[in-house]
T-cell receptor, first 114, second 111 residues
Framework: DTEVTQTPKHLVMGMTNKKSLKCEQH?????MYWYKQKAKKPPELMFV???????INESVPSRFSPECPNSSLLNLHLHALQPEDSALYLC?????????????FGNGTRLTVT | KQEVTQIPAALSVPEGENLVLNCSFT??????LQWFRQDPGKGLTSLLL?????REQTSGRLNASLDKSSGRSTLYIAASQPGDSATYLC??????????FGTGTRLTVIP
């Protein structure tokens, strides 16, 4: 069982909908990440939060809005998505204080935009 | 920018064989290298982490090596089993705590 929990596991939404993906970890990690993975491709970094502050935004469109309410939670708010945004969205965490500390991934949310 | 390549892209072996997966990276200024396994439609399971100062790590039937100067890592799987069938991803960790993922090797172990 993964120590990083993502909900929901599956999500289908229309292009005018607003939805949120949620991620939770209780390992005391202070860095949390969002990755996007298309079929048969490696994960691509979207955002990094370190100590609840956004530290990396990999030029992600504004229709994706991350939020880190506290050190254990990470959200990804979705609005006006396009069908090409359909993908597996992965959350990960690591010990922010240790440079190069391993990342722990959740099982992902499978998003389909219709 | 760091580029990570994995060869082969796909591999099929009969059960019981030993096998080696390869990973190469262009910038040797890494902190660690991490090997993951991913089952279809699932998240990533961490298999092994090699610190940049280490040469290898072992866990059960898995052994990962790192040659930082040449930009290479290998994952050795002994006595393969059908349950090992999955996609294997290597990733290098940089100072920004970012992971650069390789292109992956899809392994099929035939019973």
């Amino acid at each position: 069982d993964t120590e990083v929990t993502q909900t929901p596991k599956h999500l289908v939404m229309g292009m005018t909908n607003k939805k949120s993906l949620k991620c939770e970890q209780h390992m005391g990690h202070r860095a949390m990440y969002w990755y996007k993975q298309k079929a048969k491709k490696p994960p691509e970094l979207m955002f990094v939060y370190s100590y609840e502050k956004l530290s990396i935004n990999e030029s992600v469109p504004s229709r994706f809005s991350p939020e880190c309410p506290n050190s254990s939670l990470l959200n990804l708010h979705l609005h006006a998505l396009q069908p090409e945004d359909s993908a597996l969205y992965l959350c990960a965490s690591s010990q922010a204080s240790g440079m190069g500390s391993p990342l722990h991934f959740g099982n992902g949310t499978r998003l389909t935009v219709t | 920018k760091q580029e990570v390549t994995q060869i082969p892209a796909a591999l099929s072996v009969p059960e019981g064989e030993n096998l080696v997966l390869n990973c190469s990276f262009t910038d040797s200024a890494i902190y660690n290298l991490q090997w993951f396994r991913q089952d279809p439609g699932k998240g990533l399971t961490s298999l092994l982490l090699i610190q940049s100062s280490q040469r290898e790590q072992t866990s059960g039937r898995l052994n990962a090596s790192l040659d930082k100067s040449s930009g290479r890592s290998t994952l050795y799987i002994a006595a393969s089993q059908p349950g090992d069938s999955a996609t294997y991803l290597c990733a290098v960790i940089t100072g920004a705590n970012n992971l650069f993922f390789g292109t992956g090797t899809r392994l099929t172990v035939i019973p």
